[in-house]
């Protein structure tokens, strides 16, 4: 119950956020560096007016009707009113391997599937980001893994 009133309250399936981004006056919650990138993307090169962390909770069945739930990363909105749910993840490629990766792979497609239908039975956009998304995304990526950056976040417990 205290796990989902705080998923409820704050938009994340993640206790605690890894990070906080302060970017033109504004303050985001991470949990990743990606999602650092990936908001400063949304909004220098998808000109997204407003993001902030989505808080509803989606559910999808397994290929053995087991149920999952579900929490993506953002709710943006633009200047024209359209609002778009977006998930930030790191690409997967054929070659990632292991226990972790194989779950994690299984239930990529299922995720995308639920956002897809969650965001058109709204009217909303949808996005699936990943740094192979745009080479403005990854160059963003790359110099904050890299600290080239001169972004402004912080790392919090």
Partial sequence: RNRMKHILKNGTSNISSKYILSYKGLDYRCDS?????????MIEH????????????LSFKDDEGKNHRYNPDFICYS?????????IKQDITKTSSGDVFDVYKAFLD?????LRIFAEERNYKW??????????LRRIY??????KSSYNFRKIV
């Fill in 127 to 136: 996005m699936w980001i990943t740094p192979s998304y745009s080479l403005d």
């Fill in 110 to 114: 299922k995720k995308k599937e639920t």
């Fill in 142 to 147: 790359r110099n904050i893994i890299k600290g």
């Fill in 33 to 41: 560096k990606l999602e650092i990138a990936g908001i400063i993307f």
């Fill in 79 to 87: 200047s024209d009113d359209v609002t778009t749910i977006v998930e």
């Fill in 46 to 57: 998808l000109g997204f007016k407003q993001i902030k962390r989505f808080k509803s909770i």
